[in-house]
Structures are given as C-alpha cells and as structure tokens.
C-alpha cells in the first residue's frame, strides 16, 4: 500500500458541505465580474468547487492545525463568491509554501469553460490549459492569457467596442424603427423625443391549414399567447379570426386578474398539433413536420416590445403599430457584407440530445436566425475586423489588438445567443430567454426576436461593458496560463513535470460540446476568424477526436462509439501519468451516474496506471428546494483522487479485493455518515472509496483468471453498500423489514403470492392473515390476481393518522387496545413523513414530533429506501418512493437539528 505520509488534504478530510453550498450558492443571483459571464460554456464547474479542489489537492494534510470547525470557516471564505480575498492569498501563501516557495505546476487536461485552471492560476500556480474544442480555447484564452498578458486591455475595449457598436447601429438603426411615446403609431422623422425603441418583437410560426374545404389560409402554430403574467398584471393576445379575409390578428389584452382576460392564453399548439384558430380543422403534428421540410413554413408577425411611456414596465403593440422588416432588404444588405456565406450544416437529427428543430427542415445555421438577425450579427461581425484593423492603424501591437478584437467576438456570441429564432418569452419577466436554456437547440413555435442595440435583452452595449470589466478583475491575475488546443492523449509538457492533474472530464455520452459549440464557432469565424486561420479554419469544430460517446459519428454503432470513447479517456489519462511526478495527485471531477459511464472512468483511470485513493460527493448545482420537488437533489459532482499505483503493484484475487473491500465500507459508511452524508451521495462516495480495492493491482483476476470487469465490481461495491445500509435495520418491527426486503429485491413489481409469502416469513411478518400485510384500511401490500405489489409512500401517506402512536397501522383501534408504541412499523412513519413532505412539506417537523420513533432508525430507513445511486442505463428511473427519500435525506438535518429529535 502507498505510504500515507505525504497524503494531501483532499485525501484526508475537507468540509464537503460548505463546498457544496458555496459552489451552488455561486450560481445565484448577478455574478457580477463572474468568469462565466464571458461566454456560454456548458456543465462549467463552479469556481467554488474548482478553487476547493486545487487548494486541497496542493496542501498535505500532515501538520494540518485548523480543527475541523476552523477548517469549515476557512473554506468558507475561501469559496464563497465575492468573499474575503485574504482568504484567497492565506491559501495561496499555503500552496506556495507546500512547494518550498515556488509555484507548483498544475495541468487541466479537458479545461472547457476555464474554472479549474483559471482557480489554479489564482492560487499561484503555473498553469496548463488544455482544451481541443476550438471555441472552449479561445474563451479560455480571454479569461486566462490576454487580461495578464497585457495590463489595460479592458479600456482598449470599451475604447474601440464603442466606435463597433456606434458604427454598427448606424448601419442598422433603421430596421429597428421607433414608435410614437404617445399614440402607438410608427414615427419617422419626427424629434428622437417622441419616440420609444422597441425592444423586441414577437413572432409565430404558421403553415398553409390542410382544410381543403376553405380558401387558402395559414394556420398559426403558437404554443401559447400570453406575454406578461405578474401578480395584479396579466397581458395576452387574444386571436381574432377573420372569416372575410380568412386572416388571424390579435389584440392586446390586460386585466389585473386571470379571469379577467375573458379567454385562455395557454391553448394553443403542442409538439405542432394546433386546431386553427380561423376554420377549427386539425393541423396534425405530421402534416406541420411535412410541411416544415418542404421549406413551406413561414412566420407571422404577433407584437412589439416597447418600454412604457410613462412609469416602468412594458407596452405591447399589435401588429399595424410598428414596422415590419423588409426580409428582400436584409437579404441585399447581408450580400453586400461579403462575408463567407452561412452554410454550415447542423448536426442532424437527435445528435444533440433534446434536439428537435433539425426535424422541422433547419438544416444549415442560417435557419436558427430571422433575416434581420443575420444581418445584425453579421455586421457586428465584420465590424470587428474593421475595429482591429484600425486600433493596428493607430499603432497597438498585434497581440493586443487581437485580444481585444478576440473580446469583441465573445461579446458577440453572447448576443447570438439572445437573438436566434430559438428564443421564448419569458412571460415573468417579459423578456427574452436565450437560445440554449438547456443543453439542445429545442424547436420554438412562437419566438422572441431582440432589438440587440435597445438596453434589454441581448443588448450588446450591456455585454460590451461586462467584458471589459471582467477584463479588468482578471488582470489582478498578474501570470497568464499556457493555454493549449490538442488533444488531452498529446500534451506539450515533459514527463514528471507536474504537481497535479485536475480535470473534468467528458462524461460518457451527456453532452457533445463539439455540436454544441458550432452555433458559436460559424460567428467566431466571421469575426475573428482571420486572427486565427488554425484554429478557426476548419468548416466546424473538431469532432473526430472529440471524447464523447456518440454513435452517429461511427455508422451508428454505439459499440463503436463507447470504444472510441474509452480508447482516448485511457490515453488522456497515460498523459497524465506520464507528465505527474512521482507522488503528485490526480483529481477527477466526475458527474455521471449511470454504471457504465463510471466503469469507463475506472478502466481508464486503472489502466493508465493509477489507484484511486478518495471519493467526495459534492453538490455543486443550483440549490432548490428539497422538500416538494420533482426531482431527487442528488450530489452532482464527485471528487476522484488518484495516485500513480506502484509499478510492482502486480495481480490481485477477486476473494483478496473483497475482503478488503468489506473493511473500506464499514470504515467509508461509519465516517460519511458522520459527516452528514446521505443518499445517493454516501452510496456514490462509498463506491468510489471501494474503488481503491480495485485500482491499487494492475489487474485483478477472478478464480477462473479472467480480469474482474470494472463494471461488475462497480455492481457488487453498490449491493454491499446497499447491504449494509439496509443491515443497520435488523433490529426493527417485522413489517418494516418485510418491506425493506421486498422493495430491495423486487422494487414495486407484482411479486408472486408464495413467493412473497416465503420472505414474509423469513423477516417474522405476516402477509395475508386477517391482521396481515394485505389486510386493514390502510395495507402495505396490494393483492394483484395471484401476485402482491408494494403500496408505497403516494398509496399510503395520506392518512393522516398513519404512524401516529394512537393508531394501528390501519388507523382503526384505540391506543388503549395497543401494544406499546414503539412496536407501531417503523414504515408507517417513514410513509407518512415522506407524504408530508412531497405535499405538506410545513406538517414535516410537527408531524415527526408527534411520533415516537428512533431518529436514527427512521434516517437508515430512508436510506434503505433510497436505494440504488448508480443507474444501469441513462434511461433507468428511480421510483418515485427513491426519488422522495433522497429528497428527504438532502434536507434531513434541517428537518430533525444537528442533534436529530429525540
């Protein structure tokens, strides 16, 4: 085994709870000056948690004085946004002392977004970025290289960005006509006094109505109507059909109820299903697909966006109170820009997960944007290049006049990403989403076209200044990184260079960047392009090495897919091995939670060479409410160290591996436990801890002598823990360990009747006797024909005297005629707790008050509930009794005191 005493402190003890919260509380509200306000990358990891696992991966954990509380506050200032920089400079001081005053040498191999190496920058130390994605690079290089490198770039580019924007709105004030502050109606030519910017436009999708029957006439595909809904200030459209001209015009409505409207504003199309709102005939979501593909959808015009006049808030103009753009216009002026054409194609259908517009006849990037939106941005585009060409004219360098037109350019894509066809309404706040409000170029029916010069929603003053004073506090950084674009499986450093490796790596098949990032990279060439002829040149970013398990890309095979995958992660991580130096720690931020993207992670991490050492569970995203939600809050990060393993580490035995295996668990569970831990996050932290019995042979053999698969240890570590949770319950009532036994090993499926039977009476409980399982107002087991079923938590816990001591289980006989108390099942209370809080999450703490039960006891029931963490495929669902109990698990403390309720 390794010697423990250069163990660092990410291998002994860190407060995973505070680098939770502060990690998820950094995604809350402005961020002002954050890193991540640059540009879009996706699946970034919060600064908190980047910051947390540099600074403890670089730290021993010998001769550690903080107590455990001391150890706490500190990674609390440490993480916490916007918290005290001298926190920041102790755990810099710290790191640099570690390294006998020198600053150690940290490597990303997948750096994406930039958080890992841009915290590791911030710590003092000598940073590598490697990213292939071309897009990624360049944002890395805009946060970690240009702002340190030259001193003052953020006035270059407020100096230059406004005479961009000044130039660009002179170009194209007049698609963007005002409207009179007054009347409603379109003013031109009159004093700037009287007029207001819209600020948006909204638009619908329509196709010819299949109703032949009927003159010719276009049905609208509107998903919804609505514009505003606030409390005492609700505004729709109200459609209002034409039968003279057979045309569909809306009017504005506002009433300071729902009710008040007088009509629905949530009916209208789904999935392109629409009834027309003209004749009443059915528009089938395959015709509005056919039809879509034959280029033969258009769009039709539904309001305008305006400030109003007077006191705040927004006006909504009909159709006829403002001016319609011109599409011939656009198409004219957009060819005289001379840019290269827009005929990139988009990935096809389903290749971006959630990715539906492809199947609507969106076939090049071109047909994301509106003609007025193409050539808005392709003016600001060209216009960045004529910026750089004259701050070189005025005599800036090179390099910084490409740093500064490089941030224009980030700038820009984030205004393409406010003004897309993709984009909604976001009726509570009455603006724009953005086009990737998830990880998918989802179709829209009904869209959100921005004014990008009126002050609101993708405002590209607004982001022009935001870029420049990010500029600004990065340039406190004073040492730039080596920002590299390769592959993670070729670094450009030598071997035994590094003191760490800390990376987020691809996961599996979540997300293909490289897809993703191409509606960024068509406006990066056309802006920045000729300052990067390598990196930009290509028709697309890279895909071929890109490591994500995609099939389209290997003739559909997914075989094909998840080796191509695996082959690059084993050689990503050999990189590693081969630059580390002896001793020096390897952290992996890891998310995926099915067992085969784990089993992937394991057998490469393993055969490049490496033991794992320690497994932490972090939660790292947006926190929400834990009770009442519909989804489980699961720990969404995990914090893999590895060591390089001993060369002569040699091959174990299955039996050798699981017998240590058992030790790791009891020691994992006794501990985390401890700590607090629950859930899905202490079986996931558990199963990594397990990972060390693995990894530290070079292989091990079952008795057969075949190599024990990653993905059937991964199996067997879960079951014990599993095991092991639910062996914390021996000592409860029999009905509760009946169907703790009956959930484990048959879930919520029909179970035949001897069979059930047979475990009944192997746990002590009764199944079908007058006072049995099957039997009373409220049972735990429903009879199905010849087979039972589990009635869970949904099934049984709205009774509200369920679990209560006054109550049998079946909540109709009198105490007095009781036994004791406490031999009430012990699932009775964790139904009804579990109940109260999926519906009445205030009755939670009253209600557990109220019952006379082991705290204790009830939280390993939960857990034991719980079930599973690691899923066998990504479409494996939890039931909704195992996603409730880890919703409860998460809040648990807060429900029960540090202390618990005795």
Known sequence: ????????????????????????????????????????????????????????????????????????????????????????????????????????????????????????????????????????????????????????????????????????????????????????????????????????????????????????????????????????????????????????????????????????????????????????????????????????????????????????????????????????????????????????????????????????????????????????LSTLSAGIRRVHDRAREDGMEEGRAGAMATALAMALNRVADRLSNLCRLDTKNEGGTNTFARQALPMVWDFYEANPFAGASGDVRKYLKETANLVDRLANIRNPAQCVRGSATALPLPADSQDAVVTDPPYYDNISYADLSDFFYVWLKRSVGFLYPTDLGGDLTPKRSEAVVAAYRHAGSKDAARNHYETLMEQSFKEAHRVLKPGAPLVCVYAHKTTSGWSSLVEALRSAGFMITEAWPLDTEMPERAVGRGTASLASSIFLVARKRDANAGVGSEAEVMSELNDIIKERLERLEGLGITGADLVIATVGAGLRALTRFERVEQDNGDALPAERFLETVQSRVLDAIFGSLAGVDPVTRYYVAAQYSYGYSPVPFDEANNLARMTGADLDSPNGLTNGANPHVAKVKSAVVLRDFEDRGDDER?????????????????????????????????????????????????????????????????????????????????????????????????????
């Open 802 to 902: 369920l679990g209560l001591p006054h109550f049998d289980a079946g909540g109709t006989m009198p105490l007095v005629e009781l036994a004791p108390p406490t031999t009430l099942p012990l699932i009775d209370v964790a139904h009804a707790l579990l109940w109260r809080a999926e519906h009445k999450p205030a009755d939670v703490r009253p209600y557990l008050l109220s019952t006379n039960v082991d705290t204790l006891r009830l939280q390993q029931l939960i857990q034991a509930l719980a079930g599973r963490a690691l899923r066998s495929t990504p479409n494996e669902a939890k039931t909704r009794e195992a996603s409730a109990a880890e919703r409860l698990l998460v809040s648990w403390r807060s429900i029960t005191g540090d202390q618990g309720l005795v």
């Open 1 to 376: 085994m390794r010697d423990s005493s250069d163990k660092r402190l990410i291998e002994d003890v860190i407060p995973i709870d505070v680098i939770s919260r502060t990690s998820a509380s950094e995604k809350v509200g402005g961020r002002v000056g954050h890193p991540a306000s640059l540009h879009l990358w996706w699946a970034r990891r919060p600064l908190a948690a980047s910051r947390a696992a540099i600074y403890s991966a670089l730290v021993p954990a010998a001769g550690r004085t903080r107590s455990v509380q001391e150890l706490s506050d500190f990674f609390d200032a440490l993480c916490t946004w916007g918290g005290p920089e001298q926190a920041v400079e102790t755990a810099r001081a710290e790191v640099l002392a570690a390294h006998g005053g020198r600053a150690p040498k940290v490597v990303d191999l997948f750096s994406g977004g930039g958080a890992i190496p841009l915290e590791a920058l911030r710590l003092g130390c000598e940073v590598t970025a490697n990213e292939l994605n071309p897009v990624a690079h360049l944002i890395e290089r805009t946060l970690m290289e240009f702002p340190q490198r030259y001193p003052g770039l953020g006035d270059d580019i407020r100096r230059w960005g406004t005479l961009w924007v000044d130039e660009a709105w002179a170009d194209l004030s007049d698609l963007y006509p005002t409207v009179d502050s007054g009347t409603g109606q379109t003013m031109i030519g009159d004093s700037e006094t009287d007029r207001r910017p819209p600020l948006a436009y909204l638009w619908t999708r329509a196709v010819r109505c299949p109703n032949p029957a009927a003159p010719a006439h276009d049905a609208h595909l509107l998903r919804q109507t609505w514009l505003g809904r606030r409390k005492g200030r609700y505004v729709a459209l109200r459609p209002i059909a034409d039968r003279d001209s057979w045309t569909l015009r809306y009017e504005v409505v506002e009433s300071s109820t729902e009710d008040g409207l007088g009509f629905d504003p949530a009916e209208g199309s789904r999935g392109g299903e629409v009834t027309c709102r003209i004749c009443g005939a059915p528009v089938e979501g395959r015709y509005v697909k056919e039809e879509a593909r034959a280029g033969r959808m258009t769009t039709a015009p539904l309001a305008a966006i305006a400030l109003k006049a007077v006191g705040r808030g927004r006006d909504y103009l009909p159709v006829g109170e403002y001016e319609l753009p011109d599409d011939a216009e656009c198409a004219r002026r957009l060819a005289e820009l001379q840019l290269e054409p827009m005929d990139e194609s988009l990935p096809g259908t389903m290749r971006i997960t959630g990715g539906t517009c492809m199947v609507y006849g969106f076939s090049h990037y071109r047909d994301l944007f509106t003609p007025r939106q193409l050539l808005a």
